[in-house]
């Protein structure tokens, strides 16, 4: 079988004034792709939300519109979703641990994200978000080690685009948005729509987006990790 798999990420830097990270993927077969774009596209003519779907730019008033997209992804058997959060990250010694490196946490999350969605003997193409110059050379590297863990009994490719090219990486971002929403403790949850799309979420999939979820959930993940300070 061959999947496209669409990632994308929240509060990911170092600078961050938030002390969680979150990492996310949908992964599609891949002749379903050009079908699940087009009806995204349909729901955003049909509720005239033509302009990038992001968590940062939600609109109030397209309750009905985020009602649909969610309904449509919960609803598909073709499309999964897998998120890390990881929290706590300014405990992460990245000296001892990620040879003084960021980046290198970074796509370790990256890895674990795609552990949960990939299976020996299939064939897959991972789109990761355009993040910064360095993002070419950790991808190979994070093929490298996937091949490694799957005794190269797996083809995976890297494409890196704009999230505004890929309407299903435009969904994960709203999914992950909303994770990272939920968990966050710096902030005031007051926004309306954030919590809106939370609550029809936690609705549609059965699980709070607070905890992690049974491993053996495949149609929807979640796994949280606590950093330590030792």
Request: hydrophobic share 35%.
């Amino acid at each position: 079988m061959n999947y496209k798999i669409f990632c994308d990420e929240s509060n990911h830097t170092y600078s961050d004034t938030s002390d969680l990270m979150v990492i996310g993927g949908i992964i599609c077969p891949s002749e379903q792709v050009e079908y699940v774009n087009r009806y995204i596209k349909h729901l955003k003519h049909k509720h005239n939300a033509n302009c990038e779907l992001k968590w940062t730019k939600l609109n109030n008033n397209k309750k009905v519109f985020y009602d649909e997209l969610l309904e449509f992804f919960f609803s598909s058997i073709d499309l999964k979703f897998n998120a890390q959060v990881v929290m706590g990250k300014s405990n992460l010694n990245h000296d001892i641990y990620n040879d003084g490196e960021v980046d290198k946490f970074y796509y370790k999350m990256y890895y674990f994200t795609l552990l949960h969605l990939l299976r020996p003997q299939n064939e897959y193409n991972v789109f990761i978000d355009y993040k910064d110059t360095k993002g070419g050379k950790r991808a190979k590297k994070l093929k490298e080690v996937i091949h490694n863990k799957f005794q190269s009994d797996i083809v995976v490719d890297f494409t890196i685009i704009h999230s505004h090219e890929s309407q299903i990486m435009q969904l994960a971002d709203i999914i992950i948005g909303a994770i990272g929403y939920k968990n966050r403790e710096d902030i005031e949850k007051k926004s309306e729509i954030k919590n809106y799309i939370i609550q029809k979420i936690e609705d549609l999939s059965g699980f709070s987006l607070a905890f992690s979820i049974p491993q053996w959930e495949e149609k929807f993940h979640i796994y949280k990790l606590h950093t330590r300070t030792n």
